[in-house]
């Protein structure tokens, strides 16, 4: 009975074919039949729904980030483990590689010269930027979804003004998934397949996953008036740096050098300052994006008091950050001030600690009312 179906199907098919002048009496049959099947497929509701979203611009961005999303979530064996599929798995797209730039370019202007590297040499930038900016790039689309995820808790993804609400469903789905099982996976793979691979990576992977799952937890919270605690902010603030971290030790790896620990103890506080300076250059438009901020943190926990208290962990970063630019090679610490002060002159994101002088933007008490008052001006 199904095939008698189908040939009727087909039939049918057939005769609105030729009623179109798609098709002629002297029409081959085997042409025939392919053109009836291709047209059962096109008008197949899957193919449908993909082509609608590749129509638009936008529904092409939701199409392909769904497609590299089924990659990651499907990689699920450890018997995969071969170039060929790490090849295929662990992709990245071209937003991510123009948005990982200004990242790049600040860790080869900033960490260069504690490997003894020279970044105004492009030979010696170009040695090692197809690891360094695959890797940015894999953390920085990432980061991208954990964006989605953390702005889908009303379940609506703005991927796409035009797209279909159970789109929207599955791509939420598949966020949650993506995070569930392990999302470094991919890259670690590519890296070990390089030899490039170590147990102190694989924990700065840890750390990455265990930031976004802070900032989604405390950015829900605020938005839904629940308490958060200091301990997870200052937790938040000290693992947010955790892309650099696994740059400067890929790059110790493709050196094959040893990890010099009190350059990577230096660093670590130095990040945390960078990390507040940027947070207080990006505050209000954390505030809108509701991302996390420290100061936007302090001010849920602290209300007006917020600066205050986030002047004692400044002074406290800024007092262990001078005892240990000391023990610094003298050249080495010269030029990263001189570095810290061309960034700070440059100004904008990742502009570096200004140097003893920090300037608290206004807080943001309600920001539900800023946000409204942002969109209805009047």
Request: some cysteine.
């Given at each position: 009975m199904e095939r008698l179906r189908k040939l009727e199907e087909m039939q049918r098919m057939m005769i609105l074919m030729e009623s179109h002048g798609i098709l002629t009496n002297s029409s081959d049959h085997d042409s025939t039949r392919f053109v009836a099947n291709l047209i059962f497929f096109l008008m197949s509701a899957g193919f449908l729904e993909e082509a609608s979203l590749c129509v638009s611009r936008e529904g092409y961005k939701q199409h392909t980030a769904e497609k590299a999303l089924q990659l990651n979530v499907e990689y699920k064996s450890d018997s995969d483990l071969s170039q060929t599929n790490f090849g295929q798995m662990a992709m990245v797209g071209m937003d991510a590689?123009?948005?990982?730039?200004?990242?790049?370019?600040?860790?080869?202007?900033?960490?260069?010269?504690?490997?003894?590297?020279?970044?105004?040499?492009?030979?010696?930038?170009?040695?090692?930027?197809?690891?360094l900016s695959f890797t940015e790039s894999y953390i920085y689309q990432l980061d991208s979804l954990n964006e989605k995820m953390l702005n889908s808790t009303s379940?609506?993804?703005?991927?796409?003004?035009?797209?279909?609400?159970?789109?929207?469903?599955?791509?939420?789905?598949?966020?949650?998934?993506?995070?569930k099982n392990d999302p470094f996976r991919p890259l670690a793979g590519v890296l070990e397949f390089h030899g490039l691979l170590t147990k102190r990576i694989e924990q700065q992977f840890k750390c990455g996953e265990e930031y976004w799952a802070l900032e989604r937890g405390l950015c829900s919270a605020i938005i839904d008036r629940k308490e958060i605690h200091v301990e997870d902010v200052?937790?938040?603030?000290?693992?947010?740096?955790?892309?650099?971290?696994?740059?400067?030790?890929?790059?110790?790896?493709?050196?094959?050098?040893?990890?010099n620990e009190l350059h990577m103890d230096f660093l670590s506080v130095s990040e945390f300052l960078v990390e507040v300076a940027d947070d207080l250059f990006d505050y209000e438009d954390d505030v809108v994006e509701n991302n996390f901020n420290i100061l936007r943190m302090f001010v849920r926990i602290y209300g007006a008091s917020a600066p205050t208290?986030?002047?004692?962990?400044?002074?406290?970063?800024?007092?262990?950050y001078n005892a240990m630019l000391k023990t610094l090679d003298s050249q080495l610490s010269l030029n990263y001030q001189r570095r810290c002060e061309e960034a700070t002159k440059e100004g904008g994101n990742k502009s570096g600690h200004p140097l003893g002088t920090w300037n608290i933007p206004p807080l943001i008490l309600d920001e539900e009312l800023y946000r409204s008052n942002l969109l209805d001006p009047k």
């Open positions: 590689m123009q948005r990982s730039n200004s990242t790049l370019e600040d860790f080869c202007r900033s960490y260069f010269m504690f490997h003894g590297l020279d970044s105004t040499q492009p030979q010696q930038i170009f040695r090692y930027l197809p690891v379940y609506e993804v703005a991927f796409s003004e035009r797209g279909s609400k159970d789109a929207d469903m599955r791509l939420i789905s598949m966020f949650h998934n993506v995070f200052i937790k938040a603030i000290h693992l947010k740096s955790f892309d650099y971290r696994v740059l400067n030790l890929l790059l110790y790896q493709l050196r094959g050098e040893q990890v208290m986030l002047a004692k962990h400044i002074t406290e970063a800024e007092e262990k």
